[in-house]
C-alpha cells in the first residue's frame, strides 16, 4: 500500500469523492461524454512511446477517416525520454502556439524511474501532472489525462522485475485518475487496459507474443492499438461508422456518410465518405493489428458498419463485399452484421492504407519540426536578442517550416476520396 499522512489521505477521499460526483453528472462520466466538436485542434503528447507515432497515427486516422464530419487538425508532439516534469520545460514553446482545443497525455512510464514506488515519485509525477492540466486549461484546452501503460510482464527483463515496476505504474494512474476527476477532465485508463489485454494475448498466443514491445516498453502496433482505443474512447467517440438497410422486397438505404447508388435484387452499390477502420497483418505476429483484436472491443465499441437485411425469406445467405464472402443465418442479418468486424479485407482497405501512409509522413515532420527546428529557432532567438533583421528572419523561417507541414496535412486529405463498393446479398435455397 502507499504510504500517506492523515491530510494526504483526506485528499485522495476528497477527489474520489469529486469523480464520483462528477460521474453523476447526466448520467456520464467525464471520459463517456462526446468530446470532439467539429473544427477542433487535437494534440497527442507523450514521451518515447508516443514519439513512436503509432498510436497518435492510429488516433489521427480515426477522425480523419472514420469521423470526417469533425474535421479534426491534429498534432503529436512525443519526445523520446520525457517526463511530465520535462514536458513543462517546454510546454510553452511546442504546445501553447498550437492553440489546441482538445490534449492528450500519456506519462509516467519514465517518471516512474523504473524502480519500486516510492511516495517522492509519485510527489514529483502529480505536482507536474497538475501543472500540465493548469497550463493546457488556460490556453483554452480540455485535457484527456492519459494514464502510463504497462510493461510486458515476459518481454520486461528491467531490474525492478515486471510485477513491481507494474505496481509502481498502477500507484501513478491513480494519481491521474484523482486528478482527472478533480479537474473534471476526462480520464484514459491505459495502464488497466493493457494490463488486460496482455493477460488475455499471452493466454491464447502464449508467453512469446509481448503486448509492450520485444524490449518491454514500447509496444509494436499491436499493444499500439489498444493505447488508439483507450484514447479515442475517452474522447468519447460514438463508434457509429454507418448502416447499411437492404429489404429484399424493396429498396436499400444508408445512413449519413453513405449514399445507395443503385439496388436490385440484393446488389447493392454504394459510395461512401466515411471509412471504417481497417487492420492489417494475420496470425500471431505483434506487428499485426488483426493479431489482437480477439481480446478487446475495439470493433464493438468503435467500428460498427452495420449490415441489417429484410425480408429474407431462406433461413441463410451469403454475403459478397469486396473478394471476400460469408454465410450469415437471416436471423443474424435482421438484427445487423458488422461488416468491419467480419471482413477485414474489405474495399477500404486500400483506400485506408493510402490514407494512413500520408498521416505518417506528416507525423514523421512533426517530430522533427519540433525536436530539431523548434527548439534550434528559440535558442536562436535567445542568442540574437533584439536584432530585428534576425527576428524577422526567424519568423518567416517558422512561416515556411508550417507551409509545409500544412502541404503535409493537406495531402492526407486530398488521400480520403469516397469510396464505392458493392454488396451482394445471395439467399440460399
Known amino acids: 500500500m502507499i504510504k500517506s ?17 462528477l460521474a453523476g453528472v447526466g448520467g456520464l462520466s467525464a471520459a463517456e461524454k462526446p468530446l470532439l466538436k467539429k473544427g477542433d485542434r487535437l494534440v497527442v503528447i507523450g514521451d518515447s512511446i508516443t514519439e513512436q507515432k503509432v498510436y497518435s497515427k492510429f488516433i489521427e486516422d480515426y477522425v480523419t477517416m472514420c469521423t470526417p464530419e469533425l474535421d479534426i487538425w491534429t498534432f503529436q508532439l512525443g519526445w523520446g525520454g520525457e ?8 510546454m510553452n514553446q511546442d504546445l501553447i502556439p498550437l492553440k489546441a482545443n482538445v490534449v492528450t497525455t500519456c506519462y ?5 524511474g523504473y524502480r519500486a514506488y516510492e ?4 510527489k514529483r509525477y502529480a505536482d507536474a501532472m497538475k501543472l500540465l492540466v493548469d497550463g493546457a486549461k ?4 480540455t485535457v484527456v489525462i492519459g494514464s502510463p501503460g504497462a510493461v510486458d510482464t515476459t518481454a520486461w527483463k528491467g531490474g525492478a522485475g515486471a510485477a513491481v515496476y507494474n505496481d509502481n505504474l498502477n500507484h501513478l494512474k491513480e494519481l491521474d485518475k484523482q486528478l482527472a476527476a478533480a479537474e473534471g477532465m476526462p480520464f484514459a485508463d491505459i495502464h488497466d487496459l493493457i494490463v488486460d489485454v496482455m493477460k488475455k494475448a499471452k493466454a491464447a498466443y502464449g508467453d512469446g507474443y509481448h503486448v509492450c514491445g520485444g ?4 509496444p509494436d502496433q ?13 474522447l468519447g467517440v460514438s463508434g457509429d461508422i454507418g448502416t447499411f438497410t437492404v429489404d429484399m422486397a424493396g ?3 444508408a445512413s449519413d456518410g453513405h449514399k445507395v447508388l443503385s439496388a436490385k435484387n440484393g446488389t447493392v452499390e454504394i459510395e461512401s465518405r466515411r471509412y471504417p477502420f481497417c487492420f492489417y497483418g494475420d496470425g500471431k505476429s505483434t506487428s499485426s493489428t488483426r493479431s489482437i483484436l480477439p481480446f478487446f472491443a475495439f470493433n464493438e465499441d468503435l467500428n460498427r458498419l452495420v449490415l441489417v437485411v429484410k425480408n429474407l425469406k431462406g433461413a441463410k445467405a451469403t454475403v459478397t463485399w469486396g473478394k471476400e464472402s460469408k454465410t450469415f443465418t437471416r436471423e443474424q442479418l435482421a438484427k445487423g452484421v458488422n461488416l468491419a468486424a467480419e471482413f477485414l479485407d474489405n474495399p477500404f482497405s486500400e483506400a485506408f492504407a493510402k490514407v494512413d501512409g500520408e498521416i505518417a509522413k506528416k507525423q514523421g515532420y512533426e517530430t522533427f519540426l519540433i525536436k530539431d527546428c523548434n527548439r534550434a529557432l528559440g535558442g536562436l532567438e535567445k542568442q540574437m536578442g533584439d536584432d530585428a533583421d534576425a527576428a524577422a528572419a526567424i519568423k518567416t523561417l517558422r512561416g515556411k517550416l508550417l507551409t509545409k507541414h500544412d502541404a503535409l496535412a493537406a495531402a492526407a486529405r486530398a488521400a480520403f476520396v469516397p469510396v464505392k463498393h458493392t454488396l451482394v446479398i445471395a439467399e440460399e435455397k
Not at 485528499?11 to 464520483?20: N, Q, T
Not at 488556460?138 to 484546452?141: D, E, L, S, V
Open 5 to 21: 499522512s492523515r491530510a494526504t489521505s483526506r485528499l485522495v477521499a476528497l477527489l474520489i469523492a469529486a469523480g464520483f460526483m
Open 83 to 90: 517526463t511530465a516534469p520535462g514536458f513543462l520545460g517546454r
Open 108 to 112: 509516467g512510464m519514465n517518471d516512474g
Open 119 to 122: 511516495e517522492g515519485i509519485g
Open 138 to 141: 488556460k490556453a483554452g484546452a
Open 215 to 218: 524490449d518491454g516498453v514500447h
Open 222 to 234: 499491436n499493444g499500439q492499438l489498444v493505447m488508439a482505443y483507450g484514447f479515442l474512447k475517452a
Open 251 to 253: 429498396d436499400a438505404t
